[in-house]
């Protein structure tokens, strides 16, 4: 079986490719480096030792995603290819919708034309906005608070309607909490352009003295601790929950959305403390004001994962600090030399 990831020279889309490959599965990458490098993809058959196809291709671009399918055997498709950065596509939304949802129509368009009808998303928990409800379970009313949680929220409405109109077609709307850490071997992981805004980059920055103190966003939150707490995922337990998923979509027809978390939320301070504990590495911070368009808590109910793909996050907190401490010693820069 034959699988196409998009956007799979990046982040979740590296360590998805070592999941499929590891599995047995043959697989082609699609991406435009735009946030990415060919470099991560050499470091995919450096750790499974196996060969597959690139595309440098952008997903937007009709004649050359025709070809793709042209020249392959398609059975299933993953779509990671996005612009994922919160403020930027505040600043920049036309960007962000133009490239998200533009992506997503043409490999639409070119898996109708060539009869591929398994579909995996990646989806966010940004599309719960500022639900309270804890766990968030699938059935939460949808909604967004920024440009790109619209994209999201607008993609699955796309891919709905698709399966609505073909009874063939399956689409997983796989909703990724928050993942973090990176591949046991330190070959693979998240290299953010520019200065990151997420938790752990910033923690990794620190650590190796790049930031001179990591600023925790407001510890006066109703949580234990009073600062945020957040579902944070092992990035190979994510990608080995796109396995599942592929299997779900060959197996089961229609439009079906499924949050991948782990069901435990870690506030920043726990997550810190394990860092330090787990690596033997200070993070030293200061406490800021909250940050705006934070909330206090998210974490998901994994039940209908463990139900429908029969998938659960197995790696804990303390296997995440380590992994991705491993990756930034081991590649300082990122993939950059
Ligand atoms: P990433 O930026 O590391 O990977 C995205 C990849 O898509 C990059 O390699 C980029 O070059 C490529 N790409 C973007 N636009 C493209 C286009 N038009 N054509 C071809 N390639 C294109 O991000 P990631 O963290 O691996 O995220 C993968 C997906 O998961 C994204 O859709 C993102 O929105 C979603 N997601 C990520 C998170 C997270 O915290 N990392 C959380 C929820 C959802
Ligand atoms: C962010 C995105 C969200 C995306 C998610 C996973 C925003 C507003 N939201 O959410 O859409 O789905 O990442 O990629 O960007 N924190 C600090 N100091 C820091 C950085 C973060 O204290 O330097 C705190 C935050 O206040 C929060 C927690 O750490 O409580 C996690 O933050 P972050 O990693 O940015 O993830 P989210 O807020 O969940």
């Known amino acids: 079986m034959t699988i196409l990831l998009t956007g799979g020279a990046g982040y979740i889309g590296t360590h998805t490719c070592v999941a499929l490959l590891e599995l047995g599965y043959d697989i082609i990458v699609a991406d435009n480096y735009i946030n990415s490098t060919p470099l991560a993809i050499d470091r995919v058959k450096e750790i499974t030792g196996k060969n597959f196809k690139s595309y440098d291709v952008d997903v937007c671009d009709i004649p ?3 070809r793709v399918f042209e020249e392959n055997k398609i059975d299933a498709v993953i779509h990671f290819a996005g ?9 920049i939304p036309l960007r962000y919708y133009r490239n998200n949802l533009d ?6 368009e070119c898996m109708q034309k060539y009869g591929v009808r398994n579909f995996v998303f990646s989806s ?4 719960y906005g500022t639900s309270q409800n804890m766990p968030l379970d699938e059935k939460e009313p949808t909604g967004c608070t920024n440009p ?9 409405q796309i891919l709905r309607d698709t399966a609505a109109a073909d009874p063939e077609f399956s689409a997983v709307l796989l909703r990724y909490f928050n993942p973090i850490g990176a591949h046991e071997s330190g070959l693979i992981g998240e290299d953010p352009n520019g200065i990151p805004n997420n938790l752990m980059p910033r923690i990794l920055n620190t650590a190796a003295g790049k930031m001179k103190a990591l600023t925790v966003f407001g510890n006066d939150y109703p949580t234990p601790d009073g600062t945020g707490v957040r579902d944070y995922i092992h ?3 994510l990608a080995e929950g796109h396995a599942a998923a592929i299997k ?4 089961h027809k229609g439009a079906e959305a499924i949050n991948l978390g782990t069901g435990n939320g870690y506030s920043v301070f726990e997550m810190i403390h394990t860092f330090e504990e787990v690596n033997h590495t200070p993070v030293p911070y200061t406490l800021e004001p909250r940050r705006p368009g934070d909330i ?9 994962a463990e139900k429908c793909l029969g998938w659960k996050a197995k790696r804990g907190l303390a296997e995440m600090c380590r992994d991705a401490w491993n990756w930034q010693q081991k590649n300082p820069n990122g993939y950059k030399a």
């Open 64 to 66: 050359g995603m025709e």
């Open 83 to 91: 612009l994922k950065a919160v403020g930027e596509s505040c600043a």
């Open 103 to 108: 992506s997503t129509l043409t490999l639409l």
């Open 124 to 127: 966010s928990a940004t599309v």
């Open 148 to 156: 790109y949680g619209w994209t999201k929220y607008m993609i699955e």
């Open 235 to 237: 990035v190979c337990d």
């Open 248 to 251: 779900y979509a060959v197996e």
């Open 296 to 304: 206090a808590t998210c974490y998901a109910s994994p039940e209908k």
